[in-house]
């Protein structure tokens, strides 16, 4: 297997700018989480899904964050407009169950100016 | 009371010497103790992971500590090496309650000098 797989690896935008990142869990796992890495606040949970079915999205930090998972295999995470202090690093992960361990993708370094 | 406190921040060992990452969490609920170990420009991995019913695990070079009663777990790797510098993260979580989601320390940098 793959592993989970993320891109682009690394995203420069402008400010006020749309960003789109994106994932494809491991197949077969029906969960499917968003987290945002930074210095300060280390790993934050943004979103996550199960079934395709956004189940707690409390983590977002504003109507700004969006997320989707059209299927089993896809979701998206989507800043619009982005700001400077949306550059971190984004990492999603994938489990099987309630019981499986989590497997991140390497991440995606955002870095708005 | 969600929040689990990881310490030391960052961490400087020598070859050979034992590397020891302390945590703390407030939440009685929780029943999963994972540790990741994060390499610069990936994602975080699973090393270790203990349950409350028992008190230490270990796995090689790696040993999990648990304190129930403290609400306290700690991470201690034996004879570390320089391949062994990378981010520790302890997480916690209450499978019964939140759907297993994991809470995660704030991490500890480790560096092992040669």
Known sequence: DAGVIQSPRHEVTEMGQEVTLRCKPISGHDYLFWYRQTMMRGLELLIYFNNNVPIDDSGMPEDRFSAKMPNASFSTLKIQPSEPRDSAVYF?????????????GSGTRLTVV | QQQVKQSPQSLIVQKGGISIINCAYENTAFDY?????????????LLIAIRPDVSEK??????ISF??????FSLHIMDSQPGDS?????AASNYGGSQGNLIFGKGTKLSVKP
């Open chain 2, 58 to 63: 270990k796995e090689g070079r790696v040993t």
């Open chain 2, 33 to 45: 103790f994972p540790w990741y170990q994060q390499f610069p420009g990936k994602g975080p991995a």
């Open chain 2, 86 to 90: 990378a981010t520790y993260f302890c």
């Open chain 2, 67 to 72: 304190n129930k009663s403290a609400k306290q």
């Open chain 1, 92 to 104: 999603c992960a994938s489990r099987r169950g309630v019981l499986g361990g989590y497997t991140f």
